[in-house]
């Protein structure tokens, strides 16, 4: 790493309004978030992509010819992945509704798979 007289790094990781609120304050200098912002005082770039896979307890059987819709149940753990996420779900099927356990972390969504044997959507290379 190239040593540049009086600069500091911090790195620090929260929620991406959070993080756009501390862009906005001045608080910090850059973000990355996973929606892009929408604020105007904010120059924003796309990095990527996102894709989702199912994540299940062993135990919870989906079987082998299954269609999305049909699997929002009790078992369903809702991570708020943002808007993107929202409009893939619908695409998918699974309409706008509250589910039963809604989390806005993914390892607590994790915590609670394993706990109460429920499935929920993730971020492919968050997993």
């Known amino acids: 790493m190239k040593k540049i007289p009086n600069l500091h790094v911090q790195i620090t990781t929260d929620h991406s309004p959070a993080i756009i609120q501390h862009v906005l304050d001045g608080r910090i200098d850059y973000g990355i978030v996973f929606n892009l912002p929408r604020a105007k005082a904010i120059r924003a770039w796309h990095l990527g992509r996102h894709h989702y896979a199912l994540y299940r307890h062993i135990e919870v059987d ?3 010819d299954f269609d999305l819709a049909s699997l929002q149940n009790e078992r369903y753990i809702k991570v708020s992945w943002g808007i993107p996420f929202q ?41």
């Open 62 to 64: 989906i079987g082998e």
């Open 87 to 127: 409009k893939w779900l619908e695409k998918h099927g699974i309409q706008h509704q509250k589910s039963p356990v809604e989390v806005s972390h993914g390892n607590l969504a994790k915590q609670i798979i394993i706990e109460q044997k429920g499935w929920a959507f993730y971020l492919k290379k968050a997993s």
